[in-house]
């Protein structure tokens, strides 16, 4: 977010909600929970000293639980989930438009990155049937968290606060949007970014580095390495494979790796074999390269079946509320390392294998793509005046 202070409107200066957390904090009539996005982990350490690429997953999940949160939750989770829905979609679209529907809409582009929905929202109004209707993680978890949660624990909707904390400045903006409520109630109330979260742990005099491990708690606690790779440019698109691959073909990946989806080239372009169907993937991270890989999707140009695209550099783990990185490759490749490094430790690494997501279709909402799940985890875009385009991260 490099840029918003010199948002042409102002209307978009960055706020920090801090404060408003800590209010919910001592409020004894309100339970108050976390959900952590995928790339803090991989950069919190760097504001207490720690070399970029040290994970602080435990360090975080206990500085979380001395700050007085109630329950500490992951956004991994609800990454998860996005698959689950995201990739239902794509492969429901995929058959489509094998079976000869000329209607279905492709490549089908992710949508968890609101800075990326926001521009394509002000400058491809023609093109708003093209993304994926599912909800980012965050918005996912929210939803989740204020209705499924919220009844678990007995809470009403409105004494149960969602904080999120996120490597963006966007999603500040995310949370508030007027889908995303329920009678005027966010699903997520607040959201602070990483360097904001230091600031917090560092203002309560917590320890960091001499913090012990602590676990993520249940039941939106509990993630795959699919959810994990989230943070890192690739990792949406790889983690939809590997569960596309297995519902689509009906067998077991041999490898749940895909190299060729990684790397750090602004543009990228991969084949995926789903046992003879050839699957062409595009990826782009930055605004600019994400506007050619638009611009070839309205000329009807476009090869691929599937785009995933991110604003920030590298990904989220170089988002706007990150710790400074000015743009150094070698602090993104270690950070994105760390994320893999994560992914690989998981025992379990496809999202759908994950239990409690399994658990909360079985419970809640049916299957992938049910009506209950398209009213709680799907959105729509609008079109927007192309003159207040958010400046995320100096590329537009
Ligand atoms: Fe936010 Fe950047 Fe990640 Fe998009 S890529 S969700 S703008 S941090």
Redesign the pocket.
């Known amino acids: 977010g490099q840029c918003l202070s010199v948002c042409p409107t102002g209307a978009l200066t960055e706020v920090d909600h801090t404060n408003d957390i800590i209010r919910a904090l001592s409020d004894s009539s309100k339970t108050v929970i976390v959900q952590t996005?995928p790339?803090v982990r991989a950069a919190l350490g760097e504001e207490f000293g720690l070399k970029p690429g040290t994970l602080v997953t435990g360090k975080m999940v206990s500085a979380l639980k001395e700050l007085g949160f109630d329950y500490v939750f992951d956004t991994d989770f609800s990454a998860d989930l996005t698959i689950m829905e995201e990739g239902t979609e794509l492969l429901q679209r995929l058959k489509a438009f094998m079976s000869g529907d000329t209607n279905v809409r492709l490549p089908i582009l992710t949508s968890?990155?609101?800075?990326?929905v926001n521009f394509f929202e002000h400058n491809f109004p023609d093109l708003l049937d093209v993304p994926s209707t599912a909800k980012?993680p965050q918005q996912m978890f929210g939803a989740i968290a204020k209705t499924y949660f919220a009844d678990k624990i007995g809470v009403s909707r409105k004494d149960l606060i969602v904080v999120s904390i996120?490597?963006?400045?966007?999603?500040k903006y995310e949370c508030q949007r007027d889908e995303f409520k329920v009678d005027g109630n966010q699903d997520v109330d607040y959201s602070i970014s990483t360097r904001e979260l230091a600031a917090f742990i560092k203002e309560a005099n917590i320890d960091f580095l001499n913090l012990p491990d602590s676990d993520f708690d249940d039941p939106l606690g509990e993630s795959t390495g699919a959810g994990v790779i989230f943070?890192n440019?690739g990792g949406v698109i790889e983690a939809a494979c590997r569960t596309a691959y297995e519902l689509y073909t009906g067998k077991k990946l041999e490898k749940v790796e895909f190299d060729n989806l990684r790397g750090m080239e602004g543009i990228r372009s991969a084949k995926v074999d789903f046992g003879g169907l050839e699957l062409n993937i595009g990826i782009a991270?930055g605004l600019g390269n994400a506007r050619k890989l638009l611009n070839e999707v309205r000329a009807g140009t476009s090869k691929y079946h599937a785009i995933e695209i991110?604003?920030?550099p590298g990904?989220?783990i170089?988002?706007?509320?990150?710790p400074y990185h000015h743009g150094k490759s070698e602090i993104l490749n270690r950070r994105a390392a760390a994320i893999y490094s994560e992914d690989k430790r998981k025992i379990i690494r496809k999202s759908h294998e994950n239990p409690s997501i399994i658990k909360l279709y079985n419970e809640f909402l049916g299957e992938p793509g049910s009506h209950k799940a398209h009213s709680l985890l799907h959105t729509e875009y609008f079109p927007k005046s192309n003159e207040v385009t958010l400046h995320?991260?100096g590329e537009i």
Do not use: E, V
Request: proline letters at 7%.
């Open positions: 996005a790339a968890c990155c609101p800075g990326w980012s996120m490597p963006c400045i966007a999603k943070g440019t991270h991110m604003a920030c990904g989220c170089g988002g706007g509320g990150q995320l991260n």
